[in-house]
């Protein structure tokens, strides 16, 4: 196991003043088990020999304490653990995100959305086992298991040394047991869920392209396969637990049987009387009933093993090299330029960058070489070329998804030497399929700036040509459906543009804006996004298929590169 993975684990187990209370009241749930049993049967054989009543009200008054006790106690401990677990998981999953935040979008370019949330989700869920199912009950099972045979050796010494070697022979041999047969299976689980968490998101977001071309059926044949290998390593597992459970039942009696042939001499002789007989007989039925929570901790170790895997590996460790590396405390604040205008001058030099590459995969080639940019306060600048050109990577570069080599100033200081957050806090980028929340439009739009008022954001709209529109769909409630289904790709650029100029970028960055259009409305929806922009910010716009004369400033044409001689 790597280290990452135990760090994992160890973040997993809550601090010890929240773990302690449910240690504690577990504690109390066994010794609780341990004592009704022994208090029931020597109420029932004292009663059997007929004395005072008397004699017997301790008993009953502890047998109703230890019935309650019990389960009180069980129910507090579990009130407890789980309390302590899921806060303990929010601080993971906060933990996994804030180490994804540096490497998004590019740098998880590679991952698969499906698993990305499976491990986000499911693997982070089963971490709870950690505490739920191996720290806390090994905890408490040890401490009543030594509480408990040593209360048998005060009584008869010899009882304890036969129930203590039933429980470790048989604990081991269940718990062996269980290993044999589900050891793949609880390694495989984790792996097999994110798999399938996979192949059915990426089969619901390419529906329409697989029903289109009559593939969807090869899908679907994909998904029940993988069900029905995450069905068999369930059933696998489950097997074995149960196994390990029934062993643990036969250990029990053993245990109780081999008390009784310890103890029968101490009967026969006189040294015992029958309550106390009937105590060391039956207490170790309790025993092992505690000492079951062993084999099912050592076979959940296996499970929550290979789910810190995942979680530790859904982050990749070292930082892409094409990917900025996150900020600290050498970086340099953005500021406002060195004349402290709010629109800073942009000037690239030499610019050369690439995409991270897929692990395994080898080096990716060079995407952008060699491109020289200059943008003046409130200019509008035309970045055209063909498919390939390093279009978009230069847009990636602008915004700090992207590393790069070369010189990239704003407002006289160097790019990589300034904070990527503030960078984005100056530029911002409109993608070519911008993303749409499957929320209504004001949602889509709040958290772009979320004191916006609801004229702030129809003024915004309207400056954008979609405000009579939203009003006829019955105002900002309306839905715009997931991944923006229920709008168009024109509708959705001008949101996406409304959204940019809540945030206030002093430089907008367009990807493909008309890209979702036909020809004959691509200009009109340039014109009316240049527009609504205004000229009071700097606008860069990436297109493959130009602009008309007047909406531009000045044009900058990319070349797709040679591909490498072999």
Not at 242 to 253: H, I, Q, T
Not at 358 to 366: D, K, N
Request: glycine share 10%.
């Amino acid at each position: 196991m790597s280290d990452r993975s135990r760090s994992v684990l160890r973040e997993a187990v809550p601090p010890p003043r929240t773990l302690l209370p449910a240690v504690l009241l577990g504690v109390l749930a066994g010794l609780s088990s341990v004592a009704l049993l022994g208090a029931s049967a020597w109420l029932i054989a004292r009663a059997a020999e007929q004395p005072p009543v008397l004699y017997l009200q301790v008993a009953v008054v502890g047998v109703r304490a230890f019935a309650l006790g019990r389960a009180v106690f069980r129910y507090l401990e579990r009130l407890a653990g789980h309390d302590a677990a899921f806060r303990q998981l929010s601080r993971i999953r906060a933990g996994v995100f804030e180490r994804m935040l540096p490497l998004a979008p590019d740098g998880l370019a590679a991952s698969r959305r499906g698993d990305l949330l499976a491990r986000f989700v499911g693997d982070v869920d089963d971490l709870q086992d950690v505490s739920l199912r191996i720290v806390q009950p090994i905890a408490s099972a040890t401490v009543v298991l030594v509480a408990a045979i040593a209360g048998l050796a005060w009584l008869a010494p010899a009882s304890a040394l036969a129930v203590g070697a039933c429980l470790v022979v048989g604990t081991a041999a269940a718990a062996l047991a269980q290993a044999v047969l589900a050891a793949r299976a609880d390694a495989r689980l984790a792996p097999l869920r994110g798999d399938l968490q996979a192949a059915i998101v990426e089969h619901v977001q390419s529906l329409d392209v697989l029903v289109a071309f009559d593939a969807a059926a090869d899908g679907r044949a994909r998904i029940r396969r993988l069900g029905a290998r995450l069905e068999r390593a369930t059933r696998a597992r489950a097997s074995a637990v149960g196994l390990a459970a029934g062993a643990m039942s036969a250990v029990g009696a053993f245990a109780a049987a081999a008390s009784l042939g310890a103890v029968q001499p101490l009967l026969e002789g006189g040294r015992i009387d029958g309550p106390t007989f009937a105590v060391v007989c039956l207490v170790p039925l309790a025993i092992a009933e505690v000492a079951a929570a062993l084999p099912v901790a050592i076979g959940s170790l296996r499970v929550v093993r290979a789910s810190a895997r995942r979680v530790a590996d859904a982050v990749p460790e070292r930082v892409p090299p094409q990917v900025p590396a996150p900020s600290g405390g050498a970086r340099v604040p953005s500021g406002r330029g060195d004349a402290g205008d709010r629109v800073p001058a942009i000037q690239l030099r030499g610019i050369r960058a690439s995409w991270p590459s897929v692990a395994g995969a080898g080096p990716t080639p060079v995407a952008l070489e060699a491109v020289d940019l200059d943008l003046a306060p409130g200019e509008r600048l035309l970045v055209e070329g063909p498919s390939g050109s390093g279009k978009t990577t230069l847009a990636h570069v602008l915004v700090r998804f992207l590393e790069y080599g070369g010189s990239y100033l704003i407002g006289g200081r160097e790019a990589r030497d300034q904070d990527p957050r503030e960078i984005r806090r100056r530029i911002g980028l409109v993608e070519q399929r911008p993303w749409l929340f499957d929320e209504d439009v004001r949602q889509n739009l709040l958290f772009a700036r979320d004191t916006a008022t609801d004229e702030e954001l129809l003024d915004v709209l309207g400056r954008v040509g979609l405000r009579e529109w939203v009003e006829e769909r019955g105002g900002l409630d309306a839905p715009v459906g997931e991944r923006g289904d229920l709008v168009s790709g024109g509708q959705a650029q001008r949101i996406a543009l409304a959204r940019a100029m809540l945030a206030d970028f002093p430089v907008l960055v367009l990807d493909e804006p008309t890209s979702s259009v036909d020809a004959e409305r691509a200009d009109a929806l340039l014109r009316d996004l240049l527009a609504a922009a205004g000229r009071d910010r700097s606008v860069i716009v990436i297109s493959h298929t130009g602009a008309p004369d007047g909406l531009v400033d000045r044009r900058l044409r990319l070349q797709p590169l040679a591909p490498p001689v072999s």
